[in-house]
């Protein structure tokens, strides 16, 4: 599977990238597409898009990182070339998955709906058949 932007991350590179950039498992959570590859719904995402509390994003912003508000007046932060958070960003709730905080099936079902792109719709019907 080809992934446009040329990152190709999958479940090892992901795992690995997270524990590099050591944020405390309380403060954040792992959503979109690198959740649906931490599931085994797909093998590999272009990104890693992370939840975040108001904590980390204030330390990351406060250390320079950048930042956009967003028009609901959270924030989004960009950590890497391949990872961005997006403050207080959770549907349902968050579970824990080979140790990692990842939002649950029906939140990731939630915030795709919200998002709405023919993209996040695609990935609703991947979910959906994945769905036990």
């Not at 967003?70 to 080979?98: P, Q, T, Y």
Request: charged share 35%.
């Amino acid at each position: 599977m080809n992934c446009e932007d040329g990152i190709v991350l999958n479940k090892e590179e992901i795992r690995r990238l997270l524990q590099e950039a050591s944020f405390d498992c309380s403060e954040y959570w792992v959503t979109s597409g690198a959740a649906m590859v931490l599931y085994g719904i797909k093998d590999v995402t272009r990104d890693i898009d992370l939840g975040c509390t108001s904590q980390i994003a204030d330390a990351l912003e406060n250390r320079g990182y950048c930042t956009e508000v967003l028009r609901d007046g959270s924030r989004k932060i960009i950590f890497s070339e391949a990872i961005e958070l997006f403050e207080n960003w959770l549907e349902d709730r968050v579970i824990r998955l080979e140790g990692l905080p990842v939002v649950s099936i029906d939140g990731m079902i939630k915030m795709k709906e919200k998002l709405g792109r023919e993209k996040d719709l695609a990935d609703i019907r991947l979910i959906k058949e994945y769905k036990p």
